[in-house]
């Protein structure tokens, strides 16, 4: 019987562990050893005064890798709790001089609404550029050449923003938008690359699949948290709550985990979904070079503020709005939960917000309370939405270092750290969104690619 140890009970590691468990049943024996007294990590659902509101991850993307999420939930059987966007969701907007400003939604609207006035030029002008030369670059001197320095600061500094809450011009093209980079690369222009991929896009089988890809993105009926609750209950004999890591033992003579209640666990392989911030420190004094490696891979800090009204407070429809980092706004925007997916509202008129306040351009982040926070999301609802009154219910949640920092050089950085290990500790594996992608989707996509991988 193989002994493996996952570390961390988060989305990559419950998701690592069913999919084992699945393949491997009893000629494994698992331990998902997690720091606190819950799993989930980020995603975390909770409910106050009758709102249902989301302190981490809401939703999921259903093409790309979202299909594994989708897939994973028809093993889970909880196809009956899955629950799309309303269609008013396709309505996004920025907020540009202060007024939102609603993104194009069909080919009219793109070509006359006066926001994109300079994006065709812009898409025509990346049809001449030549591809670089450079392994890698920021997502800002990516965008600027290619498109130009407008379309990079009004249009993809807000959508980066959304993902990383990072800065673009310390960003990785490479590692955060991969598919830009590979349609330079491979196509020469990325405009010519996305057309080519929309030729050849290909659908899977499942009718349940088929289904929910009709809508953009999904979540679950009581909340993204339904997910992982669903997936520690199916693995509850196999986590190990409350277990801090002392120390990791990778030696030709010995493979365990060491906790710093001084219980130690054998092993014959070890997955890693920690954080690189947390995993540096167990290689000081073991490995120089994988810790300054990891160190390379920092995290940003996010507060974010559900606010919940008992009446239609909000005024427009649609899925919320980011802010570009130009406009000095003390948000990075915010989503209009009960708008997007109104199933999970408890009250015909309620309204529920989410503001996302922190990232790489908060230097002060730590000198706020979370009192502080609650005040900068009303006064922004009030300035931006025209929302005056008082939320009925009102929810403040800071994750600090929560966001890896995918900066320039990232997808080198991990082969450096990923070769070493091969080489000095071979049965120790890097998981986790510190690595190959933040989202919920790359987690579980990228979860099942090292169970197919793993071979005993």
Same mark, same amino acid.
């Given at each position: 019987?193989k002994r493996i140890i996952i570390l961390g009970a988060g989305?990559?590691?419950?998701?690592?562990?069913?999919?084992?468990?699945?393949?491997f049943g009893s000629r494994i024996s698992l331990h998902i050893?997690?720091?606190?007294?819950?799993?989930?990590?980020?995603?975390?659902?909770?409910?106050?005064?009758?709102?249902?509101?989301?302190?981490?991850?809401?939703?999921?993307?259903?093409?790309?890798?979202?299909?594994?999420?989708?897939?994973?939930?028809?093993?889970?059987?909880?196809?009956?709790?899955?629950?799309?966007?309303?269609?008013?969701?396709?309505?996004?907007?920025?907020?540009?001089?202060?007024?939102?400003?609603?993104?194009?939604?069909?080919?009219?609207?793109?070509?006359?609404?006066?926001?994109?006035?300079?994006?065709?030029?812009?898409?025509?002008?990346?049809?001449?550029?030549?591809?670089?030369?450079?392994?890698?670059?920021?997502?800002?001197?990516?965008?600027?050449?290619?498109?130009?320095?407008?379309?990079?600061?009004?249009?993809?500094?807000?959508?980066?923003?959304?993902?990383?809450?990072?800065?673009?011009?310390?960003?990785?093209?490479?590692?955060?938008?991969?598919?830009?980079?590979?349609?330079?690369?491979?196509?020469?222009?990325?405009?010519?690359?996305?057309?080519?991929?929309?030729?050849?896009?290909?659908?899977?089988?499942?009718?349940?699949?088929?289904?929910?890809?009709?809508?953009?993105?999904?979540?679950?009926?009581?909340?993204?948290?339904?997910?992982?609750?669903?997936?520690?209950?199916?693995?509850?004999?196999?986590?190990?709550?409350?277990?801090?890591?002392?120390?990791?033992?990778?030696?030709?003579?010995?493979?365990?985990?060491?906790?710093?209640?001084?219980?130690?666990?054998?092993?014959?392989?070890?997955?890693?979904?920690?954080?690189?911030?947390?995993?540096?420190?167990?290689?000081? +004094?073991?490995?120089?070079?994988?810790?300054?490696?990891?160190?390379?891979?920092?995290?940003?800090?996010?507060?974010?503020?559900?606010?919940?009204?008992? +009446?239609?407070?909000?005024?427009?429809?649609?899925?919320?709005?980011?802010?570009?980092?130009?406009?000095?706004?003390?948000?990075?925007?915010?989503?209009?939960?009960?708008?997007?997916?109104?199933?999970?509202?408890?009250?015909?008129?309620?309204?529920?917000?989410?503001?996302?306040?922190?990232?790489?351009?908060?230097?002060?982040?730590?000198?706020?309370?979370?009192?502080?926070?609650?005040?900068?999301?009303?006064?922004?609802?009030?300035?931006?939405?025209?929302?005056?009154?008082?939320?009925?219910?009102?929810?403040?949640?800071?994750?600090?270092?929560?966001?890896?920092?995918?900066?320039?050089?990232?997808?080198?950085?991990?082969?450096?750290?990923?070769?070493?290990?091969?080489?000095?500790?071979?049965?120790?594996?890097?998981h986790g969104s510190s690595f190959h992608g933040v989202s919920?989707?790359?987690?579980?996509?990228?979860?099942?690619?090292?169970?197919?991988?793993?071979?005993?």
């Amino acid at each position: 019987m193989k002994r493996i140890i996952i570390l961390g009970a988060g989305v990559s590691g419950l998701s690592l562990g069913w999919f084992l468990k699945r393949r491997f049943g009893s000629r494994i024996s698992l331990h998902i050893l997690e720091k606190s007294h819950r799993a989930g990590g980020w995603i975390q659902s909770t409910r106050k005064e009758g709102f249902l509101f989301e302190q981490g991850p809401r939703s999921c993307r259903t093409r790309g890798s979202g299909v594994e999420t989708l897939k994973l939930i028809e093993q889970l059987g909880l196809e009956d709790e899955v629950i799309v966007a309303d269609p008013s969701a396709h309505y996004r907007y920025l907020l540009l001089n202060k007024k939102l400003r609603r993104l194009p939604t069909g080919p009219l609207s793109f070509l006359f609404a006066p926001l994109m006035w300079g994006v065709v030029p812009a898409f025509i002008r990346d049809l001449f550029v030549r591809r670089s030369k450079e392994e890698d670059e920021s997502i800002y001197h990516f965008i600027k050449r290619r498109f130009g320095s407008s379309m990079a600061e009004k249009f993809i500094d807000p959508l980066t923003t959304g993902i990383y809450a990072g800065d673009i011009q310390k960003l990785s093209i490479k590692s955060c938008f991969p598919l830009l980079h590979e349609f330079e690369q491979q196509g020469g222009s990325v405009v010519r690359g996305m057309l080519k991929k929309r030729k050849n896009r290909k659908h899977t089988s499942s009718k349940f699949v088929q289904e929910i890809k009709r809508a953009s993105i999904f979540s679950l009926k009581g909340g993204m948290e339904d997910l992982t609750e669903e997936l520690s209950y199916r693995l509850d004999d196999n986590i190990v709550y409350s277990s801090e890591v002392k120390a990791i033992h990778c030696t030709p003579m010995r493979t365990a985990v060491e906790l710093e209640n001084g219980t130690a666990f054998e092993a014959d392989h070890i997955f890693s979904t920690m954080p690189a911030h947390s995993l540096a420190p167990l290689f000081q +004094n073991v490995h120089e070079e994988i810790t300054k490696h990891l160190l390379g891979i920092p995290s940003v800090s996010i507060a974010t503020v559900n606010l919940g009204y008992h +009446n239609k407070a909000l005024k427009k429809k649609g899925f919320g709005y980011l802010i570009p980092s130009k406009e000095k706004e003390d948000i990075l925007g915010a989503v209009w939960d009960s708008s997007v997916f109104p199933q999970q509202n408890q009250l015909r008129e309620e309204t529920r917000l989410t503001v996302m306040i922190g990232g790489a351009h908060m230097a002060d982040f730590e000198t706020y309370s979370e009192d502080d926070f609650l005040e900068i999301a009303t006064s922004a609802v009030q300035r931006h939405l025209g929302i005056q009154i008082t939320p009925n219910a009102s929810l403040v949640k800071v994750s600090r270092q929560a966001i890896p920092q995918y900066l320039v050089g990232h997808s080198s950085r991990v082969s450096k750290i990923e070769d070493i290990l091969s080489r000095v500790f071979p049965k120790l594996t890097l998981h986790g969104s510190s690595f190959h992608g933040v989202s919920v989707n790359d987690c579980i996509a990228n979860s099942k690619r090292l169970e197919e991988a793993l071979k005993f």
